[in-house]
T-cell receptor
Framework: DTGVSQNPRHKITKRGQNVTFRCDPI?????LYWYRQTLGQGPEFLTY????????KSRLLSDRFSAERPKGSFSTLEIQRTEQGDSAMYLC????????????FGPGTRLTVL | LAKTTQPISMDSYEGQEVNITCSHN???????ITWYQQFPSQGPRFIIQ???TKVTNEVASLFIPADRKSSTLSLPRVSLSDTAVYYC????????????FGTGTRLTVIP
């Protein structure tokens, strides 16, 4: 499968714990995006990378959230001191470039904070 | 980012053509219109993109009138597997680093 992959697919954690998600984009794609989706809503943009550089962050991305893409390939999204409001589907997407280039989404990681 | 308005939900019988209209009154000159499809527990999937008039691919057609203040996604002869949420997005040709999805239209295909 040469699509975008995300791990884990599901994560259940207790409030206050730290969690980390991984995204492996399509190999030749230089752009990588993170989105968050809650029930009944469309995905909301969190941040994106061009290669290893994080170029934009939404105000939704509080200081408890950090994302990295150290070698311009896979990316990790870490949430520190999780809160129940962090429960959501976290989606990763990648594209060849910006603008008209299609974003290809992974299956997402569903986070449940108890 | 131009705001979009879509119906919250639609029902259709199998085999019918489905048209989902999206309003985007504040669309800018450089904005393109893109539609995504999302099945439960999956990420969104690109369907079609256009700037004006009509675009057709193997999955759908996109109709955009001359004033570009609305667009219509047309799905021919829907099947049960077309049951999904459909999102209309409007964004610039360049620098559209993020996508604004809104709440989408939940299409239910009935046997």
């Amino acid at each position: 499968d040469t699509g975008v992959s995300q791990n884990p697919r599901h994560k259940i954690t207790k409030r206050g714990q730290n969690v980390t998600f991984r995204c492996d984009p399509i190999s030749e794609h230089n752009r990588l995006y993170w989105y968050r989706q809650t029930l009944g809503q469309g995905p909301e943009f969190l941040t994106y990378f061009q290669n290893e550089a994080q170029l934009e962050k939404s105000r939704l991305l509080s200081d408890r959230f950090s994302a990295e893409r150290p070698k311009g390939s896979f990316s990790t999204l870490e949430i520190q001191r999780t809160e129940q409001g962090d429960s959501a589907m976290y989606l990763c997407a990648s594209s060849l470039g910006g603008g008209l280039y299609t974003q290809y989404f992974g299956p997402g990681t569903r986070l449940t904070v108890l | 980012l131009a705001k979009t308005t879509q119906p919250i939900s639609m029902d259709s019988y199998e085999g019918q053509e489905v048209n989902i209209t999206c309003s985007h009154n504040n669309i800018a000159t450089n904005d393109y219109i893109t539609w995504y499809q999302q099945f439960p527990s999956q990420g969104p999937r690109f369907i079609i993109q256009g700037y004006k008039t009509k675009v057709t691919n193997e999955v759908a057609s996109l109709f955009i009138p001359a004033d570009r203040k609305s667009s219509t996604l047309s799905l021919p002869r829907v099947s049960l597997s077309d049951t999904a949420v459909y999102y209309c997005l409007v964004g610039e040709q360049t620098g559209a680093n993020n996508l604004f999805f809104g709440t989408g239209t939940r299409l239910t295909v009935i046997p």
